[in-house]
């Protein structure tokens, strides 16, 4: 289907700008390969009527046919490899469905990948009408179900843990939240061992219900609430609208997280009782959730703050911008004064040099205070998010820790809009991440999505620029993009539908050494039994032969080395002396 795709598109370059001769060269090469494989599955159609006819005891006849269709879809699978590899890296991020409804989509999520037995197969769409709407991949409405908001949907978030039924919460303007389930697919049999169970629509048979309606300032309260652990003021401001929701999980219980425009945050169970609430600091709009283990992290606009979902408090942790670059000596370069001072080369005389005075310090952590849109995890690094910010800009964080542990550093900060950013003006970003690659929607004045490489993301480098193409949508309205962390990826076009993309792009993932291993192997108690093991093997070894040799003192240099430098060679030499 991405193949016959990737040539659709190029037909339609095609037809739009006269083609060059190398163009319709390859057009054709792909063509003729395309021709192949679809042979190769007529042979595989053959033999497996084949198999068919063969008797059920006829063992002989039904392997010669297993075999020989294995063989043919080995070589299919490298020739779609090897096509898919070939192809422009333009062709391989390629529109694959358009989702559209009567009223105007505002809100879409994927269903969970282990629900469903594959990502990106379904999502939700809510649209401003008030209604949910359940697609499949092809953008073919399955089911619909009104949602009972009077002004429709402003925000919505899809349980991403949950396996049988799933849970969907939506909220509109007035500050009402509604848990809308449905019923999940039906569980079938494994197909091998690398190929999970199709799942058909006319054998799951979806349904919504509405389970629960609730407001945040009019819900009852825990019992043995603490004062502290419920700051926010619902009763003298009353509703407003819900700008953000999550889902946190606590053991088997989920709880639902809720931000409005007013600066508040408040942790529900799902029948609507209030756990906690807080508010951020500075006020203002929270704009986007993102809850992982037992902390989340708020967008707002004076930048990320972080709430402590289990102990019900707000954090006063922010993340920080280091600065590596020593702003101090280019300053005092030119005001460096003679000095005369012994010299040590000759004896009785004196030598007159230019004393550079100490450089300045360098300066400590800065808290970053920008406004944040959106906020995107990485699919295969835990500690590692990207946020995008409201004004054209896109920050890779590093988030570590937890409760009040938690640490969040800026690793990058760079923008996509130049302009927007020397005159000021509001150009929100939204960001998603697929398998290897970070995208980023910049709506309002010229829609278009930036595409990054982040596979071999590390501090000293940079997101690597990939693919950059404008998109004809309904502009001066901020869009949305949601991925499924694998190749799926949807926006909305703000004219009543959303588009479907794919991206194929070639991902190699870090298998050897990646981030997270390698910051275990590196933990400074690892390194430190290590280091202690070496010294008692050679402290043993010195017993049986007298003393360690020249080889067993470099090694042991070299570990020390890794494990603190002086402060623990020093001991290791005096130990070894002993």
């Known amino acids: ?29 792909r063509l003729d390969e395309l021709h192949e494989v679809v042979k190769d599955q007529e042979k595989v159609v053959r033999h497996l009527e084949n198999l068919q006819s063969c008797g059920a005891e006829d063992r002989e006849c039904r392997s010669a046919n297993l075999l020989v269709v294995q063989k043919i879809k080995q070589a299919q699978s490298s ?134 309606v609730w407001s945040p300032s009019a819900v009852p309260t825990m019992k043995g609430l603490l004062p502290r652990q419920n700051t926010a003021n619902f009763t003298d401001t009353g509703s407003s609208r819900i700008t953000a929701l999550d889902f946190v999980y606590r053991g088997r219980l989920t709880n639902v997280l809720v931000g409005d425009e007013l600066g508040r945050l408040s942790q529900h169970l799902i029948n609507g009782t209030l756990l906690s609430s ?24 004076q930048g990320i703050q972080f709430y402590e979902t289990k102990e019900r408090r707000l954090l006063s942790q922010k993340c920080m911008r280091l600065s590596y670059v020593d702003e101090g ?83 990058h900060h760079f923008n996509l809009s130049v302009s927007a950013v020397s005159s000021g003006k509001y150009l929100p970003i939204s960001v998603a991440a697929v398998q290897g690659y970070l995208l980023a929607l910049s709506s309002l004045s010229s829609p278009s999505i930036s595409v990054f490489n982040i596979s071999q993301l590390t501090r000293p480098r940079l997101p690597e620029f990939v693919l950059f193409f404008p998109l004809e949508v309904a502009g001066n309205i901020p869009l949305q993009l949601v991925s499924d962390q694998h190749s799926k990826f949807a926006f909305l076009t703000g004219d009543r539908e959303a588009q479907l993309w794919t991206c194929k792009l070639v991902f190699y993932p870090q298998k050897d050494w990646n981030i997270s291993w390698f910051n275990t192997m590196r933990h400074p108690l690892l390194l430190g039994a290590a280091a202690m093991f070496f010294m008692w093997q050679m402290r043993k070894k010195k017993t049986e032969t007298g003393g360690p040799n020249a080889e067993d003192l470099a ?6 080395r890794g494990v603190g430098g002086s402060q623990f ?7 070894g002396g002993g």
């Open 1 to 29: 289907m991405a193949l016959m795709v990737g040539v659709a598109i190029l037909v339609m370059g095609v037809a739009e700008k006269s083609p060059s001769l190398q163009d319709l060269r390859y057009a054709e090469w």
């Open 79 to 212: 020739k779609v490899r090897r096509i898919e590899e070939s192809m422009p890296v333009t062709d391989r991020v390629y529109p694959e469905a358009v989702v559209e409804a009567r009223s105007n989509i505002v809100a879409i999520g994927f269903l969970p990948s282990q629900s469903i037995s594959s990502s990106g197969k379904f999502g939700i769409a809510a649209d401003a009408a008030g209604n949910l709407h359940l697609f499949n991949s092809s953008g073919m409405i399955l089911a619909s179900h009104p949602t009972g908001h009077a002004g429709g949907a402003s925000a919505l978030a899809i349980d991403q843990k949950a396996v049988g039924d799933l849970k969907i919460v939506t909220a509109n303007k007035e500050g009402e939240v509604r848990v809308h389930v449905l019923n999940g697919p039906p569980r079938g049999r494994r197909r091998g061992a690398n190929n999970d169970s199709l799942i058909e629509t006319s054998v799951w048979k979806p349904h919504f219900e509405t389970a629960h």
């Open 278 to 301: 807080a508010v951020v600091r500075g006020g203002g709009p929270i704009r986007c959730l993102k809850a992982w283990k037992s902390t989340a992290a708020i967008c707002t606009g």
């Open 329 to 411: 000596l280019p300053e005092i370069l030119g005001v460096m004064e003679e000095v005369e001072e012994e010299d040590l080369n000759v004896s009785n005389s004196t030598r007159r040099r230019k004393k550079i005075p100490a450089s300045t310090s360098r300066s400590s952590a800065q808290g970053m205070e920008m406004g944040i849109h959106s906020l995107a995890a990485d699919p295969f690094n835990e500690n590692v998010y990207y946020a995008g910010t409201e004004g054209g800009g896109i920050l890779s964080l590093q988030m570590r820790g937890e409760k009040s542990r938690i640490r969040c550093s800026v690793m």
């Open 555 to 560: 090694e042991l240099q070299n570990i020390l």
């Open 569 to 575: 060679g020093g001991g290791g030499g005096g130990g």
